[in-house]
């Protein structure tokens, strides 16, 4: 059980395009999910929070209006990175927490999505 | 800000052997801790988690401590083999908004 899934697992893009990445939550629903960046030989920086129904709530210094976070369903949340140039190549990760377990603040993670920008 | 580190940032260990992992946290305020275990190019996975009001917890193979006195977290994996291979974050939950704080991470390296 907790199977967090993420769709892709790569993509090559051109500067300029955009890239919207899936993680969905396959065996559990979700009310938060989270999304991460990790650069290599690094911690996880956590981008945003993001609730269902709701907007997404933003680390400091991340810029919303170039990562668009929708998280229209319990299982589906998804991440579009605008106008998209080489210092956004990244791992991206998202996570999801387990609405069914009350109490509990486990995250589980999807395998990530590898964001190259040429 | 406070933050959750660790004290090695490499271990190296034979395989077979004990390994521990150490990680120190500042937030005497985090009442919920966690190991994940990160190989390369995966997202994390979930290994064990402990809360503050336990000092330690066993899984398969694993075991947890927490120490509130030092704030200080440590994972002890038994007979370490060569699929334990991988970069190890502990991971603490603080604030009313439950966001994980990382710790940077220790690659464990396992010796055939």
């Known amino acids: 059980g907790a199977v967090v899934s993420q769709h892709p697992s790569w993509v090559i893009c051109k500067s300029g395009t955009s890239v919207k990445i899936e993680c969905r939550s396959l065996?559990?629903?979700?009310?938060?999910m989270f999304w991460y960046r990790q650069f290599p030989k690094q911690s996880l920086m956590l981008m945003a929070t993001s609730n269902e129904g709701s907007k997404a709530t933003y680390e400091q210094g991340v810029e919303k209006d170039k990562f668009l976070i929708n998280h229209a369903s319990l299982t589906l949340s998804t991440l579009t990175v605008t106008s998209a140039h080489p210092e956004d190549s990244s791992f991206y990760i998202c996570?999801?927490?387990?609405?069914?377990?009350?109490?509990?603040?486990?995250?589980?993670f999807g395998p990530g999505t590898r964001l190259t920008v040429l | 800000g406070e933050s959750v580190g660790l004290h090695l940032p490499t271990l190296s260990v034979q395989e077979g052997d004990n390994s521990i992992i150490n990680c120190a946290y500042s937030?005497?305020?985090?009442?919920?801790f966690i190991w994940y275990k990160q190989e390369s190019g995966k997202g994390p996975q979930f290994i064990i988690d402990i809360r503050s009001n336990m000092d330690k917890r066993q899984g398969q193979r694993v075991t947890v401590l927490l120490n509130k006195t030092v704030k200080h977290l440590s994972l002890q994996i038994a007979a370490t083999q060569p699929g334990d291979s991988a970069v190890y974050f502990c991971?603490?939950?603080?604030?009313?908004?439950?966001?994980?704080?990382w710790g940077l991470g220790t690659s464990l390296a396992v010796n055939p």
């Open positions: 991971a603490e939950n603080a604030g009313n908004n439950r966001k994980l704080i």
């Open positions: 065996d559990f629903q979700a009310t938060t």
């Open positions: 996570s999801a927490r387990d609405r069914g377990l009350a109490g509990t603040d486990t995250q589980y």
């Open positions: 937030n005497s305020a985090s009442d919920y």
